[in-house]
Each structure stands twice: as structure tokens, then as C-alpha cells.
């Protein structure tokens, strides 16, 4: 579990009502992104995004592009500018300038990277081919899950769930090449084509590494087996999202009896972790799995399965012919991309995951000025205010909860744009010439950051996202909001534009976070972040029916042939959805008052509430691919853009007011769900 991300998130308000003369800007909210000749009443996304989805297709190095995407890109040319000056030698450059230029220099160097092929892993490869015997398999996990390769496990640190205020060790499952458990357990005929080209890809690999075709379809296949063994014994993604189920604390001696043929005090030793009191093991029946699996295949089976993780991680790294067998699987089978992405915009990428937040100060510097932080707190003061009195007013909630709940909500903390403390990354070693290297170091970096947290207090301050990321969160255990800068802008948040458009867009975002405080999910934590059940049994009861009746209506969504929306996976977004969307128009409706703005005044042909409305949709417009979508519903938490627009209005009598829709129609439920 933990963070509730909105693949979606942020920007920031003003709360004047009328807006100046607007200049043309491609992401703004616009009429000219409707469908004329769709009924909103029939299919709300279809009128709020037809015309913006026919006149932006897909490009080919992407498997989806909507509003996200677009202000993504937008995001990376401002960081590709930011690189391109910081990689040119210069004496007179600062650490942080020569830290994230340099590394992006030697990403971009494609000649150094093909002169070095497989060397930069030499060291790695000797160690996996050196190990004599299962009982050394510790000492080479521990350097290469801090080399930031994903084998056998993961482990590092967390909030304690029940003591918020502490960080803890954590262990929990890992170790797959696909992308989650049940890729390797279902028996339909798509997923086992699937699992064929997987096993196809993972041999071409060990084939540009030198292996010859027959050796290297016998390696494919063990790491075949090898992983659907670890697939068997993890947990659902479902269930994942009960905190409950992947909280078991106990003592490094009770984690180690879970799987004793594992040298659990080496590995400890060899990760760099300090001394260990207690740890959380999300999954103690995954260490058995564990268990089990080291017992039952041989060395050279763990050798072959080590090596093939090793290069699948450093796969972006290394010379062409990786990079392109890497993308034809993790690219075009998994989400039907037809094109690698150029080099640039990889390498931009790159630097912002390893480097940041130092990449990231830039981006601020260049960007975001002070003001932005200002206007957001006044939006998320706003709906705040309405999701307080949204709760007073709740019918089936009774006064001892409702009690809680409002000490819950003013406790939420606001981080807005950027961090107020940057990461020192001074002793992390870039070298123009060692893209590896300077990646294993960066991630060598980041594990033991991570692991230094182990037995000391929270650092409430921290962000879990870059400030160029388009997006936002909710972290239960912080109990906080965190909008980063790179959201806070069109078409999420526009100073030139009306109120309704706002609230509609960031509006939305912020009481969608809000919310997360209390869905499915969120409800479980108090006001101090804690795992603790605040709820009376009635209460609780009541929500699970209501968080029940969401369920069933997202599952009832299919996304292509035999593709539905996970109602259960999603249940907290979709629960957010339809709570910040409800809560933003409560804040429009006070703010207008507060204006004394007329309610059925027109603007562009459309009254605030449709405005409104349609500021909500656009900011989902987006074209997917069928490969992306199925791979998105059975691993996101997340709905597909038509099924998050259409699942809300479908519950709102003030949307169905707002278009004149009428019973029987689509778009108004005869059932509707609400929670908040």
C-alpha cells in the first residue's frame, strides 16, 4: 500500500472571479475540445474530449497521450533546456549544475556507451559467477538490490504503520520481470502469449550477452519457472490494498525462521543496514515461497536468474541492440508502443530518477516562483472548508465518528511545489564517461539513504515525488497532501481563466487528495497516521456498503474485449474521484456567493456548473492503446480516463441538473453511489 498517487494532481488557485483576456495556450481548457455532436447526457467524455481526442493521436513513441502526457513533455523540454546548458564543461559551473550535467552527458555519449558494451556490469557478472555455494547467495543479492536491481525481495525502510512517528526496516515481495503476480498465474489465452514472448525476450537477452541460442532458451526457461514460483507465494494487488495484510512486525530472529536456507544476518551485514530491533514483513508467506524456491532449484539455476535481472535492469544503459530488445518487449508487447522514445528524452528521464531533486531545484528555479505556493493554499483552504462541511452534513454517519473525521481533516498537511529542504547528493561520484556507474552509484546513494532512516523519526518534511512531475498524492501514514510544481500550471490550474474552470480542474486534484484521507484505504489511519480503527462498527459498516455500490460500478466498465475495470483494485481513486469532484463544486458554489457571481451567468455558451464540468473531463482527455489499457487495468489503481469522468457525473444530480439530463439516460445513475 501506502501513497495514494492520482495520476493526476495539481495546481494552484486564485479565487478572483473574472478572468483577463486569454492568450491561446495548448493546454488550456477549451470549448474547442468538445464534441458537437455527442450527448453529454449519453457519454459525457465523449463531448468533453472528442474533438481534443481526434485532433491528438497518439504519437508512436507513447502508449497513451492526454492532458498528463502533454504537459509531461511540455515539462521535459523546460529540463531538456536546464541539461543541455548544465552538460557544457564549464569551470565556473556550481556542484548541482555539474553533478546533473555530467550525468546527463554521459547518457547522451551513445559512442562511449557501445565502446564499453557489458564491462561497466563485469564486476556484478563476477561476483554472481563466483558465488560456490546457496549459502553465499546473500552476499550477492545485498550488493545488487543496492545497485538498484530487484531480486529475490525488497528491503529497506517505512513508517512503522502503528507508531507514525518512528521508521522501521521493511521486507516485502519482489523479484519479478513481469509486471505483477497474476501475469504468471492466469491461464487465459492472452496472458499465455504473453508469458511466451516474455520467455522469448528474456533468451534474446542472454543471447546478446553472449550465450548461445540453445543454452540461452534453457536460461529463459528456468527464469521462467524460477519467477512464477516467486509469483505463487506474493500477494494480489487487491489485496495489497488492506494495510492490514502487509503489516506483520516481528524480530529479525521470527523474519529469519520464515526462511532459514537464506543467510539473513549476512545479507543484513552486506546491505548496509544498522542494527535491526524489529521490521515489517509485508508477506511472511512470500519468505516461505522464498524459502522453498532457494531449496529447490540448484546454484546455477539462482546464477541464471541473478544475471538475468542484473541485465534487465541496467538494459537502458547499455549499448543499442539492449536498448532495443528491451523496448520491444517492456514497450511494444506490454503496452503496444510502436516507438522508442529518442535518446534525449530518455536521458532527461533518467536524470530526474536518479538525481531528482538536485535536477529538480533547476526546474524550480526556472519555473516556479513563490506566488505559486500562495495561490494553491488558498484552493486547498477552500476545499478543505467544504469537505468539512460535506462530512458535518453526511446522513449516515453518526456524531462519534463524524467527531474524529474533523480532527482528522484540519490535521492534514499541505506541501506545495517543492521541498523546503533539498537532498544533498554531494557524495554521490558522476563522471562523464560511466552512464553505469554513475547509475549504480546514484542508486547505491538512495538504498542506504533509505536505510539510514532505520530507527530514527520521521522526517515529515521529505517528498516522495520530483517537483517536475506531473501529478500528486496522499501519504496516510504523513497524513499530508503533496502537490509538486510540475502540475501546478494549464491545464490543471490558469490564472486566466474563470473560477469554474479551476475549481473543476485543481479544484477536483486537491479534494481528490483530501479524500484519500478518507477512502477505503485512508479511513484506516488517524490524524497522526497511525493504523487505527477511529470508525464505530455501524459506521464502518455504512461506508463499506457505499464503498461496495462504487465497486460494482466500475467493474461493470469494460476497456476492450474482455477488459473490465478492477472495481476492487480501484476503489480508492474512483472513491476520490467522486468526492473531490463533489467537494470542488460545494467550494465553486461558496465562492461564488462570496462574489455575489451570478450562478446561471454564460461564459463561452456554458453556465459555471457546466463549466465546470467539462473543465473535469478535459483534464482527463487522452487516447490509449488496447496493450496499454489491459495492462493498466490489471495493475493500476487507476481507471481509464472515460471511466473516471463518466463514473462520477454518473452519481451527481447536480450534473444531471447542469446538462438538463433525465432518468434512463447514461449519464444519471438509477442507483447512484455516494460516499462523500
Not at 2 to 31: D, R, T, Y
Amino acid at each position: 500500500m501506502h501513497k495514494a498517487f492520482l495520476l493526476v494532481s495539481i495546481a494552484a488557485a486564485s479565487l478572483c472571479g473574472q478572468p483577463p483576456e486569454k492568450a491561446a495556450n495548448p493546454f488550456q481548457f477549451s470549448v474547442k475540445n468538445i464534441d458537437t455532436a455527442a450527448n453529454p447526457c449519453i457519454d459525457f467524455y465523449q463531448y468533453a474530449c472528442g474533438a481534443w481526442m481526434k485532433n491528438n493521436p497518439i504519437p508512436p513513441d507513447q502508449s497513451r497521450w492526454g492532458r498528463f502526457e502533454q504537459l509531461e513533455e511540455h515539462n521535459r523540454d523546460i529540463l531538456h533546456e536546464i541539461l543541455e546548458a548544465a552538460s557544457k564543461p564549464d569551470a565556473s559551473r556550481d556542484a548541482t549544475t555539474r553533478m546533473i550535467g555530467d550525468y546527463y552527458a554521459a547518457c547522451m555519449d551513445e559512442k562511449t556507451v557501445e565502446a564499453a558494451a557489458l564491462k561497466p556490469l563485469d564486476g556484478m557478472l563476477e561476483r554472481i559467477r563466483g558465488l560456490q555455494d546457496k549459502a553465499q547467495l546473500a552476499d550477492a543479492v545485498a550488493p545488487l538490490q543496492r545497485a538498484g536491481v530487484d531480486v529475490m525481495f525488497q528491503f529497506g525502510s517505512g513508517q512503522d504503520f502503528k507508531d507514525s512517528s518512528q521508521v522501521i526496516a521493511q521486507v516485502d515481495q519482489g523479484g519479478l520481470g513481469l509486471p505483477e503476480r497474476d501475469y504468471y498465474l492466469k491461464q487465459d489465452e492472452r496472458s499465455e502469449e504473453l508469458r511466451h514472448k516474455y520467455v522469448a525476450h528474456v533468451a534474446r537477452m542472454f543471447e546478446l550477452a553472449g550465450s548461445n541460442a540453445a543454452d540461452a532458451k534453457a536460461k529463459a526457461e528456468v527464469v521462467m519457472k524460477m519467477e512464477t514460483a516467486l509469483a505463487t507465494g506474493s500477494l494480489d494487488v487487491v489485496s495489497r490494498r488492506d494495510p492490514e495484510r502487509v503489516y506483520h512486525k516481528m524480530s529479525t530472529a521470527e523474519m529469519a525462521a520464515l526462511s532459514p536456507v537464506f543467510a539473513w544476518k549476512e545479507y543484513l551485514r552486506a546491505s548496509g543496514a544498522p542494527e535491526i530491533a524489529s521490521l515489517n514483513v509485508a508477506w511472511p508467506d512470500f519468505l516461505k515461497a522464498l524459502n522453498a524456491a532457494i531449496g529447490q532449484y540448484s546454484l546455477a539455476d539462482w546464477k541464471t536468474y541473478l544475471t538475468w535481472h542484473l541485465l534487465h535492469t541496467a538494459a537502458p544503459l547499455l549499448p543499442d541492440a539492449f536498448v532495443k530488445e528491451n523496448f520491444e518487449f517492456y514497450g511494444k508487447a506490454l503496452t503496444g508502443t510502436t516507438e522508442l522514445r529518442p535518446r534525449w528524452k530518455r536521458c532527461v528521464d533518467f536524470t530526474d530518477g536518479e538525481l531528482g531533486e538536485a535536477l529538480g531545484r533547476k526546474f524550480v528555479e526556472k519555473t516556479f516562483g513563490a506566488e505559486g505556493k500562495t495561490r494553491t493554499l488558498k484552493m486547498v483552504v477552500a476545499l478543505e472548508k467544504a469537505l468539512g462541511q460535506d462530512i458535518e452534513q453526511l446522513p449516515w454517519m453518526t456524531e462519534e465518528t463524524k467527531k474524529q473525521a474533523l480532527v482528522k481533516l484540519p490535521a492534514i498537511a499541505n506541501k506545495i511545489g517543492y521541498p523546503d529542504r533539498w537532498r544533498d547528493y554531494s557524495s554521490v561520484v558522476i563522471r562523464r564517461d560511466d552512464l553505469v556507474g554513475d547509475t549504480v552509484r546514484a542508486d547505491e546513494f538512495e538504498f542506504q539513504r533509505q536505510l539510514n532512516k532505520i530507527g530514527k523519526p520521521v522526517d515529515r518534511k521529505e517528498w516522495g515525488m520530483t517537483p517536475p512531475t506531473v501529478n500528486a498524492y496522499y501519504d496516510p501514514s504523513m497524513n499530508d497532501i503533496n502537490f509538486p510544481a510540475g502540475i501546478l500550471q494549464p491545464p490543471f490550474y490558469d490564472n486566466s481563466m474563470d473560477d469554474a474552470v479551476n475549481f473543476g480542474g485543481i479544484g477536483m486534484v486537491i479534494g481528490h487528495e483530501l479524500t484519500h484521507g478518507f477512502d477505503d484505504q485512508g479511513r484506516l489511519f488517524d490524524a497522526k497516521g497511525n493504523l487505527r480503527d477511529w470508525w464505530t462498527p455501524r459506521d464502518a459498516k455504512e461506508f463499506q456498503a457505499r464503498a461496495a455500490c462504487i465497486s460494482r460500478e466500475y467493474s461493470k466498465f469494460e476497456v476492450a474485449p474482455g477488459a473490465n475495470v478492477n472495481g476492487e483494485l480501484t476503489l480508492g481513486e474512483n472513491t476520490a474521484d467522486n468526492g473531490g469532484v463533489r467537494i470542488a463544486l460545494m467550494a465553486l458554489k461558496e465562492t461564488m456567493r462570496s462574489q455575489n457571481a451570478a450562478e446561471n451567468g454564460k461564459l463561452d455558451g456554458f453556465t459555471p456548473d457546466q463549466r465546470f464540468f467539462l473543465a473535469f473531463g478535459q483534464v482527463w482527455c487522452s487516447n490509449q492503446r488496447e496493450e496499454s489499457l489491459r495492462l493498466q487495468v490489471k495493475t493500476n489503481p487507476h481507471a481509464p480516463g472515460r471511466e473516471r469522468v463518466n463514473g462520477v457525473v454518473e452519481n451527481m444530480p447536480e450534473f444531471e441538473r447542469a446538462f438538463s439530463c433525465h432518468a434512463g439516460q447514461p449519464m444519471v445513475a438509477a442507483n447512484a453511489c455516494r460516499v462523500w
